[in-house]
């Protein structure tokens, strides 16, 4: 079984070519993380959970949906998470989170997708943004070979600022930058809803036909990428920058 949040797309993208190669079931948590509930699962094949990452770690988000679920059937699980960038030391939560689940952890992936994070960077440039899709196509056919066949994957290698990366810098990030104080809408806003429709944590509600902002923010993008008027802005810092949402279908 294959679980994934998605913000942008990038690892909606991910779980949807993994399923297709390994012919398994696609199950999106954004639905279970935006009406705060979880489930118990069943697989008989390896759970496959796929992300991005956020501060060299799993989204905190997802973490807590994980730790909440319960995963019977097959014990073995793998990770794939997606990023602009490189995973830190990402593994080593992972694996605490797999002892407390009973899962056995068969591999941590980083897959290279093109940068969302644009409250902080810039996207990546178009032509860029191609050729790493074509990359990640190639790696997701790799891992895909490897859950099937159920192979372990290749071990990441860790060095010292990867550590730091997850360790210190991690906590700091949620502490001064994850916070939906930021978000600001113009008056190019067409009130479509699909703001409140796109956020996984039910914090957007529309009053008087703009979006209103609540307190429960993750950062992960997708109401500013998703308005199809670029009327939400983060501070002043993404006003003329592109958005990037990924709406492709992996063609297998
Ligand atoms: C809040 C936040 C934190 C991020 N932190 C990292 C990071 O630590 N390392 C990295 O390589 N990319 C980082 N990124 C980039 C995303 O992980 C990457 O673009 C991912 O593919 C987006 O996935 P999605 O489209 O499924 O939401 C971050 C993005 C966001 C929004
Ligand atoms: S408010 Fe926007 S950035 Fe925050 S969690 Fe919702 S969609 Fe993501
Ligand atoms: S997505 Fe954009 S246009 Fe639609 S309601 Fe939200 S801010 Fe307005």
């Known amino acids: 079984m294959v679980i994934y949040f998605s913000g942008t797309g990038n690892s909606r993208y991910a779980a949807e070519s993994i399923?297709?190669?390994?012919?398994?079931?696609?199950?999106?948590?954004?639905?279970?993380?935006?009406?705060?509930?979880?489930?118990?699962?069943?697989?008989?094949?390896?759970y496959v959970f796929v992300s991005p990452t956020y501060a060299w770690r799993l989204p905190r988000v997802f973490s807590a949906f994980i730790e909440s679920g319960s995963f019977k059937g097959s014990n073995s699980a793998y990770f794939v998470m997606t990023c602009g960038d490189d995973i830190g030391n990402a593994g080593t939560y992972i694996g605490k989170?797999?002892?407390?689940?009973?899962?056995k952890l068969k591999g941590v992936s980083a897959l290279v997708m093109p940068e969302n994070y644009l409250a902080v960077y810039d996207v990546t440039e178009?032509?860029?943004?191609?050729?790493?899709?074509?990359?990640?196509?190639?790696?997701?056919?790799a891992l895909s070979d490897f859950i099937a066949n159920g192979q372990d994957l290749p071990e990441v290698k860790t060095v010292v600022t990867d550590i730091?990366?997850?360790?210190?810098?991690?906590?700091?990030?949620?502490?001064l930058i994850v916070s939906a104080k930021g978000f600001h809408v113009t008056d190019k806003c067409?009130?479509?809803g699909k703001c409140a429709e796109f956020c996984p944590l039910?914090?957007?509600?529309?009053?008087?036909?703009?979006?209103?902002?609540?307190?429960?923010?993750?950062?992960?993008?997708?109401?500013?990428?998703?308005?199809?008027?670029?009327?939400?802005?983060?501070?002043?810092?993404?006003?003329?920058k592109e958005r990037y949402y990924n709406s492709s279908s992996p063609e297998i």
Do not use: W
């Open 19 to 46: 399923a297709l190669q390994t012919k398994d079931k696609l199950v999106c948590a954004n639905e279970y993380i935006k009406a705060e509930k979880t489930d118990d699962f069943f697989s008989d094949t390896p």
């Open 97 to 103: 989170l797999c002892e407390m689940k009973d899962l």
């Open 126 to 141: 178009k032509s860029e943004a191609k050729l790493l899709m074509n990359e990640a196509d190639k790696t997701l056919k």
């Open 164 to 175: 730091l990366k997850s360790s210190l810098i991690n906590p700091v990030f949620y502490s």
């Open 190 to 192: 067409i009130s479509c």
């Open 202 to 240: 039910n914090n957007i509600k529309l009053e008087g036909g703009k979006p209103l902002y609540g307190k429960n923010c993750t950062h992960c993008m997708a109401c500013i990428c998703a308005c199809p008027t670029e009327a939400i802005e983060y501070k002043k810092r993404t006003v003329g």
